[in-house]
């Protein structure tokens, strides 16, 4: 699945739409970054209600391509500019991590 | 190019970062002029005068149970008790530094106790050496040539634009969340870009971003440092403390001495210095309460089967 592929899922809200349409193989859910540095694969959407600058440096050194923001979590400003950079989507959904994971395991089949 | 101006300069950065990473007992002054509990205040006037120096530790078979300094013979010079014993004048409450310890802890403890000199015991506690800020000096001038030298060496020889070899040293201040990342995004990009294979950058990535994160979030700032040939990435991370109480507790997964704010930027999940050793190919921390800490990570860069799978 492309990064771009999710824009298509009602649930979810494109809030950093400069991004590199790369490739989405597997997905990963954690709100603690030390745990998405050390565990998360290469290519993953990254699920968290973590909303932070941090979240988006992790997720560069970690090579995730997409990352949703659960239960309408505000994204600071500081935190989607440090996105565009990267060029790594930003989507955010009113439902929590659980539902939003099962989503997305959906999707990718 | 503003935000760069403010940082000291690399080179001195660096010569820091390798000053640090020395042992305390290749910088000590090994001749050491000690008294025994019998000795008097006389006897350590003739050993200052003679010598030149301003401290004399006080021995009971080779374990320091004191430490006469300049103050302590003036004292005893006042009330004109010089015939007394080094026992009844001397400071007692003295702070010993052990020989193994990395230099950079000794210079931090110079900054939070107000002695001129720290005696310096083995690990039988027995007295070796004394530290004092001209050992300091003196090894800060050693390094600083000798990285001189080096320098002069690669302007004769310039490198190729593709190799491996950097060093780059990075200072962090204590909850600088703003900029703790950006040395890892950096080192990152520099392996990219020299073709280093995704899952080595990767490992890389891991252990710099912890001991970059664990640098802001946990110390009162430090400095990392990256040394890195064609065969292998060292980071080195040197920080003038707290320190580590438990250093075992420290390496267990899932325990964090991380505060609620400290939590709230994401961090503090008590996964850092774990991530970093699993990581590593060589992994090493020291640490001091009070002092400091130094961590060393070593990561192989001509590690044939790292490109499975991927």
């Not at chain 2, 940082?7 to 050491?32: A, D, N």
């Not at chain 2, 060292?234 to 991380?258: C, M, Q, V, Y």
């Not at chain 2, 060589?282 to 192989?300: D, L, N, P």
């Amino acid at each position: 699945m492309k990064v771009s592929e999710l824009t298509s899922l009602e649930a979810l809200t494109c809030v950093q739409d400069t991004y590199t349409d790369a490739e989405i193989s597997t997905g990963y859910t954690s709100d603690l970054l030390s745990d998405v540095m050390g565990n998360a694969e290469e290519n993953s959407v990254l699920i968290t209600i973590q909303a932070h600058k941090n979240t988006i440096a992790v997720s560069s050194l970690a090579g995730i391509t997409a990352i949703i923001i659960c239960s309408k979590r505000p994204c600071p400003e500081d935190m989607l500019k440090a996105a565009r950079d990267e060029g790594i989507a930003v989507f955010q959904t009113a439902d929590n991590q659980f539902n939003t994971s099962a989503l997305i395991a959906q999707k990718l089949g | 190019m503003s935000e760069e101006v403010k940082q000291p300069l690399q080179s001195s950065l660096r010569v820091q970062e390798l000053l640090y990473g020395l042992r305390i007992s290749e910088v000590m002054t090994q001749k050491v002029f000690a008294v025994s509990k019998n000795c008097t205040m006389r006897d350590v006037r003739v050993i200052m005068r003679n010598n030149e120096i301003s401290g004399v530790p006080v021995v009971d078979s080779k374990r320091v149970v004191g430490i006469v300094t300049m103050n302590d013979l003036m004292n005893a010079l006042e009330e004109g008790a010089l015939d007394d014993s080094v026992i009844t004048w001397m400071t007692s409450e003295v702070k010993t530094l052990a020989e193994d310890m990395p230099l950079s802890f000794g210079i931090s403890a110079f900054g939070k106790f107000s002695f001129r000199q720290f005696p310096v015991v083995n690990k039988a506690n027995e007295l070796t050496g004394i530290l004092t800020f001209r050992n300091v000096n003196h090894a800060l001038i050693r390094e600083l040539s000798r990285q001189l030298r080096h320098m002069e060496q690669q302007n004769e020889n310039p490198p190729d634009a593709d190799d491996l070899r950097f060093a780059k040293v990075y200072q962090l201040a204590r909850y600088d969340f703003e900029n703790g990342g950006k040395a890892s995004s950096e080192i990152k990009k520099f392996l990219k870009s020299r073709g280093v294979p995704p899952k080595l950058v990767r490992r890389v990535a891991v252990a710099s971003y912890e001991l970059e994160i664990n640098l802001v979030a946990h110390s009162i700032g430090g400095m990392l440092g990256f040394d890195i040939t064609a065969d292998r990435v060292k980071i080195s991370a040197h920080d003038r403390g707290p320190g580590i109480k438990n250093i075992e507790d420290a390496l267990t997964e899932g325990f964090s001495t991380a505060n609620e704010w400290i939590r709230s930027q994401g961090f503090g999940a008590g996964m850092g210095l774990p991530n970093v050793k699993r990581v590593a190919d060589k992994f090493a921390i020291e640490s001091a309460v009070g002092m400091g800490t130094m961590v060393q990570a070593i990561i192989y860069l001509n590690q044939e089967n790292e490109n499975e799978g991927q």
